[in-house]
């Protein structure tokens, strides 16, 4: 897919499932709980806590009870780790083309601002990225148009494009405001992955694709 780009472009692309894989994170998050709890243990520790989740267990709540510890805190650990996480192939090539054409990148993302602000910094992209929109920095979360409002302020570009994968939120304020949306169509590996109950009109991107490497910066 071409995307046409210049000065008076920003291309916005949503953080988790979009740029990463959002399950990589949970088990970056489950190898550092359970190194913590159990320094010698922590493979089999890892095991149960991926494996409860698979199974739509409450993780944090069987944790807590089998070594005597708060949730909340197990909770505090799992959103402050630093983690280990790596871009989907192509995104940085497509990043650093959309600049090479004098054009702007920006993320917008929903979730609490120190953990996405963490991976963020893990994926490298502090240093190639203009704008940064975290729900709980600006008080909404997405489908509100507040938050998209603010990157057209920031940006005063004439085009502006979304990319995300979630349909139930992504693409509603976008294409209410005309912008070009774009959905990176789920892998089988999404955290949401509830994409057939939310097929509105309202919610439907105007273009799919399978992977970041089909775009063509141009």
């Given at each position: ?43 089999q ?18 944790i ?84 998209f ?46 994409g ?5 009109k ?17």
């Amino acid at each position: 897919m071409d995307i046409k780009v210049s000065e008076n472009t920003t291309v916005v692309f949503d953080l988790d499932d979009t740029l990463y894989n959002e399950l990589d994170f949970l088990k970056s998050a489950y190898i550092s709980i359970a190194k913590e709890l159990d320094p010698k243990g922590w493979q089999q520790l890892y095991v149960l806590m991926f494996s409860l989740y698979r199974n739509n267990k409450d993780v944090f709540e069987v944790i807590s009870t089998k070594y005597g510890l708060n949730k909340t805190l197990l909770i505090q650990m799992y959103r402050d780790h630093t983690p280990n996480i790596t871009l989907f192939k192509g995104v940085l090539d497509t990043i650093k083309a959309i600049l090479a054409k004098n054009g702007k990148v920006g993320i917008l993302t929903d979730g609490r601002s120190h953990t996405q602000r963490n991976k963020i910094k893990a994926l490298g992209l502090n240093d190639f990225v203009d704008f940064i929109v975290i729900s709980e920095e600006v008080g909404s979360e997405k489908p509100n148009p507040n938050n998209f409002k603010i990157i057209e302020a920031k940006s005063n570009s004439e085009v502006h494009y979304y990319i995300g994968d979630n349909l139930k939120k992504d693409f509603i304020a976008p294409n209410t405001l005309g912008w070009k949306t774009i959905c990176l169509i789920d892998s089988g590996l999404n955290i949401h992955n509830d994409g057939y109950r939310h097929l509105t009109k309202q919610q439907t991107p105007q273009h799919y694709i399978f992977a970041i490497e089909e775009l063509d910066i141009i």
